[in-house]
């Protein structure tokens, strides 16, 4: 069973940083693109950044020169660089990744995690 394993939220005051990271322990898959994702109370959730394996990239516009999304493939983890942080950026942060098993292919989700960004 593939989990995805976030860590790295918490509480910050505007103009801040944060930096997430979520990982996939274990081996016998192999995965796609990996991003993140964010829902505020009483909002929807909405894309933040995606990256693909060969690391292409794309940012929400909000996000575009705040933060920056990488990963590191051999240890099957994405990382979200928060920088500039807002208030309106507070929400909880889901990890997503496609994955492929020897069972399935489809989107996996981290459990998220908490940001929460004062003013």
């Known amino acids: 069973q593939v989990q995805l394993v976030e860590s790295g939220g918490g509480s910050v005051q505007a103009g801040g940083s944060l930096r997430l990271s979520c990982t996939a322990p274990?081996?016998?898959?192999?995965?796609?693109?990996m991003g993140w994702y964010r829902q505020a109370p009483g909002k929807q959730r909405e894309l933040v950044a995606i990256?693909?394996?060969?690391?292409?990239?794309n940012y929400a516009d909000f996000v575009k020169g705040r933060f920056t999304i990488s990963r590191d493939n051999a240890k099957n983890t994405v990382y979200l660089q928060m920088n500039s942080l807002k208030p309106e950026d507070t929400a909880v942060y889901y990890c997503?990744?496609?994955?492929?098993?020897?069972?399935?292919?489809?989107?996996?989700w981290g459990q998220g995690t908490q940001v929460t960004v004062s003013s």
């Open positions: 997503n990744a496609n994955i492929r098993t020897m069972f399935r292919i489809g989107d996996y």
């Open positions: 274990g081996s016998g898959f192999s995965i796609d693109y």
């Open positions: 990256i693909a394996n060969g690391g292409r990239t």
